[in-house]
């Protein structure tokens, strides 16, 4: 198991590939009060812990490193790719997720081609549930 400090630093290093702000690549080790994910390692396992106003939210668990880095780097993939999406808008007739969703496979893709795979189901998933809506007016 890796410390704190340890997994920051390979979340710095994966960040730099991405060119990420270093503001959405802090790993918090307890609950800052804006329902930002915060790590504890415990039993020899990482958690990501969301929690708001002292209530836990959503929990992941895991006993793999890559798995957690997946996680966090995902959520910092996804950040890029809202921030992206919305200075980039240029046709209001498309749902906005088609970029967002590309941008976030591509920054992804730079890290590592496996977590691209595991996006791309994860997107198909939700557009099962939820598929594109374009305006065409």
Known sequence: MLTINEIQ????????K???P???LIVYSEPIGDGS????IDNNQYHI???ERGYEIFRQTTEDLNELLYWIMESVASQMASEYELKNRNDESKDFRRAYF???LEILGVLDKKWVLRAK???EEILERSPYIDNSD
């Open 18 to 20: 991405i060119n990420a």
């Open 121 to 123: 189901k994860k997107i």
């Open 102 to 104: 590309e941008k976030q």
């Open 37 to 40: 994910g915060y790590i504890i």
């Open 9 to 16: 630093e390979k979340v710095w290093s994966l960040g730099a």
């Open 49 to 51: 812990i969301y929690s």
């Open 22 to 24: 270093k503001s959405i």
